[in-house]
């Protein structure tokens, strides 16, 4: 029980709910409803007064630091109630400066508390708003920026052409050949009427059983393949007279 006394009357800097003499100062400027910049420093220090007096009853001997205001509030309200002397000391302040001076704590306090009261209103992490547990991979947005001229949109365009003209599929038609195996064996049934240096065209033309679908040059170049073999052979005789001059054959 008689701690519960005693920790009634111990002082916590905590005086009716103040946290300090300038505390109670910037409440009471509150009440006066007016802005900072237009306190009234004479009325703040009556209200100042009146509320230490009214707490001396209880908590005179701990109230050191609001008793401390107090005079000094009481010092600086009688100079600011007191005629101003013509000509005041050098170095010492007027009571107009010092109670500006009080007025800029005063505001200066203001802008703290009101500071503070935000942070704490706040959202606090892990209480009122919390960290996915899995995040997000950033996003990456690819933008193309086309920076050419006529020059190399033509060039490019070339390529093109040329690349598909190198893709496009080989065909191999088909193509008629007259066989070497039945060259020679028109030359074998013909060789008995060379009696006479006959041209290798006039040869051609006598053949039979050839397709009228083969091409002279390629009937010319099977019978000339054939006409080797046979003089390899000793079958036929061949005479050119001169250099890409026509070929003759005999028996």
Do not use: C
């Amino acid at each position: 029980m008689d701690e519960d006394v005693e920790a009634e009357d111990i002082f916590t800097v905590d005086v009716s709910g103040y946290e300090g003499p300038l505390h109670l100062l910037l409440d009471l400027s509150r009440k006066q409803k007016v802005d900072l910049l237009h306190v009234s420093i004479l009325e703040l220090a009556t209200q100042y007064l009146g509320f230490i007096q009214e707490a001396q009853d209880k908590r005179i001997d701990l109230a050191a630091d609001y008793l401390l205001m107090a005079a000094w509030l009481a010092y600086l309200k009688s100079r600011l109630l007191l005629p101003k002397p013509k000509k005041e000391g050098e170095g010492e302040a007027s009571a107009e400066d010092d109670a500006r001076k009080l007025a800029f704590r005063l505001r200066r306090l203001d802008a703290m508390r009101e500071a503070g009261e935000a942070l704490q209103n706040g959202n606090v992490l892990g209480r009122d708003v919390f960290l996915r547990g899995m995040p997000e991979q950033p996003k990456v947005v690819k933008t193309t920026e086309y920076d050419t001229t006529l020059y190399h949109l033509m060039h490019a365009f070339g390529g093109i052409r040329q690349r598909k003209a190198k893709e496009a599929p080989h065909t191999i038609e088909n193509q008629f050949v007259l066989p070497l195996e039945s060259a020679r064996d028109n030359l074998r049934s013909l060789s008995p009427k060379l009696t006479e240096w006959a041209s290798l065209d006039d040869i051609r033309r006598q053949m039979i059983g050839v397709d009228p679908d083969v091409p002279p040059r390629s009937v010319t170049a099977s019978v000339f393949s054939a006409t080797l073999e046979l003089t390899r052979d000793g079958d036929v005789d061949v005479r050119q007279d001169a250099h890409f001059a026509p070929l003759y054959l005999r028996n």
